[in-house]
């Protein structure tokens, strides 16, 4: 498979479409150049919502140790260290937060799609990712304040966080025949090998 055609899952969470930033975020996307190859808004429910973030069997580990490692850098003492316990509080969080409303999912498509989609959605924390990300642009929410609110951390999207990662959740997400397969115009420009036919 050439690279253009790599595919990512991007939702825009409750707090994403509270914040009235749906066109902001999906600009984004666009203006980069990646095709929008499917679409759709919905309420999910705490079950979906669970089976998505445990697609990924490493997601507990991984989701925990990065809680722990921020931690040790601000020198803030957790209750526990224990990565599976912490994520199995913060997915009964995240459930409530991802089924309190409306959200949008969509496929992005493009060359190194999931690796770039994530950078410009940027860090999982919006208090330590850079500006010029999404999350470093329009949010400053932080662990601090998810932890002493007891809620999940309100960074307004999501990003598949890899390849493998994306091509389940977007099995998901959508059926097959809710992606459109279609050219868009710019993409002669884009992927195009000699860029010929501009002059006339
Ligand atoms: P990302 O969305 O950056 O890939 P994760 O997959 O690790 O991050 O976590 C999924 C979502 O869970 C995050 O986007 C965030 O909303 C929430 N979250 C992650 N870690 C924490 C935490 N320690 N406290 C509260 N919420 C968290
Ligand atoms: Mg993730």
């Not at 479409?17 to 975020?25: D, K, W």
């Not at 190859?37 to 990924?56: G, I, N």
């Not at 409306?102 to 770039?116: C, D, K, R």
């Not at 601090?144 to 959740?169: C, F, P, Q, T, Y």
């Amino acid at each position: 498979m050439h690279p253009k055609k790599e595919r990512t899952l991007v939702v825009i969470k409750p707090d994403g479409i509270q914040r009235t930033l749906i066109g902001e975020i999906i600009g984004r996307f666009e203006k980069i150049g990646f095709k929008l190859v499917a679409m759709k808004m919905l309420v999910p429910t705490e079950e979906f919502v669970e089976q998505h973030y445990t697609l990924d069997p490493e997601w507990r580990r991984v989701t925990g140790e990065k809680r722990v490692k921020a931690a040790k850098e601000k020198g803030e003492v957790l209750p526990t260290e224990d990565p599976y316990e912490i994520t199995a509080i913060i997915l009964q969080k995240l459930k409530k937060y991802l089924a309190s409303g409306p959200v949008v999912a969509m496929i992005w498509e493009g060359a190194h799609a999931v690796e770039i989609v994530r950078k410009l959605v940027g860090g999982t924390e919006p208090r330590s990712t850079d500006v010029g990300s999404i999350r470093g642009d329009y949010v400053m929410d932080s662990y601090i304040m998810a932890d002493s609110d007891d809620r999940a951390i309100r960074n307004l999207v999501h990003a598949s966080g890899s390849v493998e990662e994306a091509n389940k959740e977007i099995a998901l997400w959508f059926r097959p025949e809710e992606v459109i397969n279609y050219r868009l115009v710019q993409e002669e420009i884009l992927y195009d090998v000699n860029l010929d036919g501009i002059l006339e």
